[in-house]
């Protein structure tokens, strides 16, 4: 069966090494929080100025002068800090970051990342703003997009070439969606594991763009 968006987070979490810094999208990047473990030692950093954010609050004590980039109340775990939204871009440029988990519209098998703008006549027509990011994108040491593997209407997500407009070019390593994980090689996209039931055929049928197959054992 496919992964549930709490078990794609869940994969997720594998990918974080102990100690990084790690910036999550909004959406649903940001369930991955809740399977770090605390002595693990990993920073969360939001891009409107945090560094050392906390999980989401227990109901009730919600601050709401304390949000994420997706302004949603988050906390600050101890030792955690804020600033302005300069500094925080001045770490993201600066190569500070050492992982980022976005959200995307598409991913081609270049590893092009779209994740901000539908065009009228392609969807919706809706335009979410690019927010961080396209510096994020280009900024952070490694890029994992989480993702369904097919829109509402089942068009695939992770395509040949993008037709929505680019966040970035080149930059996706991994893509984990709800029926598998891929990375994006020299070759396109390579399936990694399929979700629980789900056979390569599934995935091959779901993909817009030719599919490798490199299981781990």
């Known amino acids: 069966m496919p992964f549930s968006r709490e078990e794609i987070a ?34 969360i950093q939001s891009e409107n100025g945090i560094l050392g954010m906390g999980p989401f609050p227990q109901a009730g004590e919600e601050d709401p002068q304390i949000i994420n980039a997706g302004k949603q109340t988050v906390t600050i775990a101890a030792g955690g800090s804020c600033f302005d939204s300069a500094m925080s871009f001045t770490m993201i440029r600066g190569g500070h970051i050492d992982l980022t988990i976005l959200g995307a519209l598409q991913v081609s098998a270049s590893g092009d990342l779209a994740n901000w703008s539908i065009p009228a006549g392609q969807g919706a027509g809706r335009t979410m703003g690019i927010g961080g990011a396209m510096d994020l994108a280009a900024g952070s040491g490694r890029i994992v997009v989480l993702t369904r593997h097919q829109t509402k209407e089942g068009a695939p997500k992770l395509v040949a070439r993008c037709t929505y407009p680019l966040t970035a070019r080149g930059v996706v390593s991994r893509v984990i969606t709800d029926l598998a994980v891929l990375d994006v090689g020299a070759r396109g996209f390579e399936l990694v594991e399929c979700a629980p039931n789900v056979t390569v055929e599934q995935v091959r049928k779901a993909t817009g763009a030719p599919l490798t197959v490199g299981l781990q054992p």
């Open 10 to 43: 869940q994969r997720a979490s594998l990918e974080i090494a102990p100690g990084s810094v790690v910036n999550l999208g909004i959406g649903l990047p940001t369930l991955v929080a809740d399977y770090l473990a605390p002595e693990d030692g990993v920073v």
